[in-house]
């Protein structure tokens, strides 16, 4: 497995590890404000990170499919659930959380579809294509979430 890194794999991994691991240490930063008692809860908390980080890259490595499926995933939840915050709703969360994040994400996929199926082909060691034939699928899915949050804010009550 490890004659499978090529030069791009390395210095993907050291972006991620100097550039995306740095970002997510605001998390502790967070993590912090919202309270940890005493030094060592903290402590104990950036080796769980810091484990959690290393355990991502080994099962991507394993199963890079499945990775990048629940990456999509969780990037459309992000995207979606922090628009959803902003508007102040407490209603449809899941449809207006997936509207707004899949919009994003499927969008830049659809509008950039070859470059980003570049990039999906270092992160999965070529496996992708495969499943490029099936890309209409979550495109069809959008429209149909777009489409109800269309909906809702035509004729929904505003409150």
């Not at 030069?7 to 550039?19: T, V």
């Amino acid at each position: 497995m490890l004659a499978d890194l090529t030069i791009l794999n390395i210095i993907s991994f050291l972006l991620i590890f100097f550039i995306g691991l740095p970002h997510g240490s605001f998390d502790g930063a967070v993590a912090s404000l919202v309270g940890f008692k005493t030094k060592m809860q903290f402590i104990q908390f950036l080796f769980y990170y810091i484990l959690l980080f290393f355990a991502v890259i080994v099962f991507w490595f394993y199963f890079p499919i499945i990775s990048l499926l629940i990456f999509i995933l969780m990037t459309t939840v992000h995207f979606g659930l922090c628009d959803w915050s902003s508007l102040k709703i407490k209603r449809y969360k899941f449809s207006i959380t997936f509207s707004y994040g899949m919009t994003v994400i499927f969008g830049i996929i659809f509008f950039n579809e070859k470059e980003s199926f570049e990039i999906f082909k270092y992160l999965t060691n070529d496996n992708i294509y495969y499943f490029q034939q099936f890309i209409i699928i979550p495109y069809f899915i959008t429209l149909l979430f777009l489409s109800y949050y269309l909906y809702l804010c035509t004729y929904e009550k505003k409150t």
